[in-house]
């Protein structure tokens, strides 16, 4: 039926047809029907969201004919950053300009961060970093992405309310991955907002096989995977990584025979009274059955505060020798060289493996946290100060005070035993 179909259109309408968002779009990227003001589209990463965020658009400013007028002629493009906004909302793969047709393609004046239409229709860009920025200019249709990670959001928000006077109808189209933040449950909770969700899978036509298995394999059924891949909105206070009642449930019992057992050391940039600690945290895993089986203990919290490079040198050997681990992972960001130099001149034969951060701690950190949701780590007691700093991280990265670590030792320790090479087990007693 559909060769049959493809075969009866004619050149221009096989030509058109790409760009005929309708035909081709899954349920949860087509407005709803009915009266009202926003449409927020929740879902995971991949779902789609950009895609309908960008045909929308499209679906306002453009008329029957390329110079025709639609439904909007003025429109603001808010993004967390004016780079976000160029790069994903306009230039992106899923942007505005790689969904239009070339006669009805808009151009992008870079110096007023502005897209134009060839019927006349404009598309402001603007970031949530300057509020004000909003106040002034009116518009008479919005899409705003990622609302849910924007840091001044609220105000963001509120200023584009405000500026949303022109035409008969207003309207704003809002794509974003759900986290517990006031203002989009205020936004989901006022009756003239509708709502579309869709988990990753829904678009998984377009999305890498080995991409799908590898998330759902790591992520599944945790905090996480429900919320970046399911595009659920958890009801979480804090919106920390860890929560006291997930730490409270991961309480180790009886100490099994680990495969394997690290040290990891998160040195510190300085020293003395002043300085951060340094975080050293000791962990353990067994290896027994897939990887997606393995379970870990986090053994103890070593970290010290003021010590010296030698100092915490000594300390991270002194629980090498205790636990009879098997090797030192040691980030080696801050002094590089210097790092595995003073351990090896505490211990010359200490096996160490220097690790190399190229993301940012949070981003580090989630599919350690992934590991808790699913049960597969558990705590001995006294690791008080360590679970006060997890349960300060969340995925905009640390909201206590200094530096957490603890947490980037813990990181490291979990990072090395469950998600690094799959080394054969080696079955060890304490």
Not at 46 to 67: H, I, Q
Not at 354 to 381: D, F, I, M, N, T
Request: aromatic residues 6%; proline residues 7%; charged residues 25%.
């Amino acid at each position: 039926m559909k060769e049959s179909f493809l075969s009866e259109l004619t050149e221009g309408e096989r030509l058109a047809l790409p760009f005929l968002f309708d035909f081709w779009a899954h349920p949860h990227q087509l407005p709803p029907e009915g009266d009202w003001r926003c449409w927020a589209i929740l879902g995971g990463r991949g779902a789609g969201k950009t895609r309908a965020g960008a045909e929308w658009v499209r679906s306002m400013v453009e008329g029957p004919r390329p110079l025709d007028a639609g439904r909007a002629r003025r429109l603001a493009l808010v993004g967390e950053t004016i780079d976000q906004v160029r790069e994903v909302m306009v230039f992106g793969d899923s942007g505005i300009l790689n969904c239009s047709p070339p006669d009805r393609r808009p151009s992008w004046n870079a110096t007023r961060r502005c897209l134009v239409w060839p019927n006349g229709a404009e598309a402001m860009a603007f970031s949530a970093h300057d509020p004000e920025a909003l106040r002034g200019p009116q518009f008479d249709g919005a899409w705003v992405d990622e609302l849910a990670k924007w840091r001044n959001a609220q105000a963001t928000w509120d200023m584009l309310q405000f500026g949303l006077r022109l035409g008969d109808d207003p309207r704003v189209c809002a794509t974003t991955t759900p986290r517990n933040v006031a203002v989009l449950k205020r936004l989901l909770d006022l009756p003239s907002t509708v709502v579309t969700r869709a988990p990753t899978e829904a678009n998984r036509a377009y999305l890498a096989e080995a991409f799908l298995a590898e998330v759902r394999a790591r992520y599944a059924g945790s905090r996480l995977g429900l919320q970046e891949l399911d595009g659920v909105l958890l009801d979480e206070a804090d919106g920390a990584l860890w929560s006291r009642e997930m730490l409270d449930a991961c309480r180790a019992g009886r100490l099994p025979e680990f495969d394997r057992i690290v040290v990891a050391v998160d040195p510190p940039a300085g020293a003395g009274a002043g300085s951060d600690a340094c975080g050293i945290v000791v962990a353990g895993v067994v290896r027994s059955g897939p990887p997606e089986e393995w379970r870990a203990v986090v053994l103890e919290d070593a970290s010290v505060q003021g010590a010296s490079p030698l100092g915490w040198a000594k300390a991270a050997a002194q629980s090498y020798d205790r636990w009879k681990a098997d090797r030192v992972v040691a980030e080696v960001n801050q002094g590089g060289a210097m790092v595995k130099t003073v351990l090896a001149q505490v211990d010359p034969m200490l096996p160490v493996t220097a690790v190399h951060a190229s993301r940012s701690k949070a981003a580090r950190a989630e599919p350690v946290a992934a590991l808790y949701e699913q049960g597969r780590v558990a705590h001995v007691a006294g690791m008080e100060a360590l679970e006060a700093q997890m349960c300060l991280m969340t995925p905009e990265g640390f909201e206590g005070g200094g530096s957490p670590d603890r947490v980037d030792a813990l990181v490291w320790a979990l990072s090395e035993l469950m998600l690094g090479a799959k080394a054969p087990p080696r079955v060890r007693s304490l």
